[in-house]
């Protein structure tokens, strides 16, 4: 079935150190796998996004990684900022087929100065 | 700006009533989206359209129903409306066809109130 779990559903963490959300996704035929980082009262928005040939893809400071055999995929933010705070979702294409996109429930993000 | 609009923002109503919410695409985009979001349950997928017809069903109610429209604008309709119906509701678009990377383009949400 369509199921994607995410960890931890809140994190905190000092200005300048690194945090790690982790996915899990059940059904094998996923091949797309975005990351959405949601502000306080404003909209989801695509931060990063990963597909099923490759292992691991950065921006600047964030990277995802993908883990298919294990059928996991993580998001890593080094030297975290302030305006990095928000809630963070992983999500994937359920059936991958097409882009209905199945999501975690979330991880708030707090970084303090 | 995602280019997605979304009327209203805001609406409040009471238990049993019925209301629409509005979404119009970014210009181009023939797939929307529908997703309701609730505080403990994250973002959950109730429907999608293309090109007016429904291509993909989630956990949408029966007391819902959507539709796509030839102008591709969409409007969910939300009927017998319950308390625990309040929640924010965001419409998205994809591009199509060989132009879609995946990504979604949410619009800023209506977020519904029932009393």
């Known amino acids: 079935g369509e199921n994607v779990e995410q960890h931890p559903s809140t994190l905190s963490v000092q200005e300048g150190d690194s945090a790690v959300i982790k996915c899990t996704y059940s059904?094998?035929?996923?091949?797309?796998f975005p990351w959405y980082k949601q502000e306080l009262g404003k909209r989801p928005q695509l931060i990063i996004d990963?597909?099923?040939?490759?292992g691991e893809k950065k921006d600047q400071r964030i990277a995802v990684t993908l883990n298919k055999t294990a059928k996991h995929f993580s998001l890593h933010i080094t030297e975290t900022q302030p305006e990095d705070s928000a809630v963070y979702f992983c999500?994937?294409?359920?059936?991958?087929?097409?882009?209905?996109?199945?999501f975690g429930k979330g991880t708030l993000l707090t970084v303090n100065p | 700006d995602s280019g997605v609009t979304q009327t209203p923002k805001h609406l409040i109503t009471a238990t049993g009533q019925r209301v629409t919410l509005r979404c119009s695409p970014r210009?181009?985009?023939?797939?929307v989206y529908w997703y309701q979001q609730s505080l403990d349950q994250g973002l959950q997928f109730l429907i999608q359209?293309?090109?007016?017809?429904?291509?993909a069903k989630g956990n949408i109610l029966e007391r819902f129903s959507a539709q796509q429209f030839p102008d591709l604008h969409s409007e969910l309709n939300l009927s017998s409306l319950e308390l625990g119906d309040s929640a924010l509701y965001f419409c998205?678009?994809?591009?199509?066809?060989?132009?879609?990377?995946?990504?979604?383009?949410f619009g800023e949400g209506s977020r519904l109130t029932v009393l």
């Open positions: 998205a678009s994809s591009a199509p066809g060989q132009s879609n990377t995946g990504e979604l383009f």
């Open positions: 059904d094998s035929a996923s091949n797309y």
């Open positions: 990963i597909r099923s040939n490759v």
């Open positions: 999500a994937d294409n359920s059936g991958g087929s097409n882009y209905k996109l199945t």
């Open positions: 210009s181009g985009d023939l797939s």
């Open positions: 359209y293309y090109n007016g017809e429904e291509r």
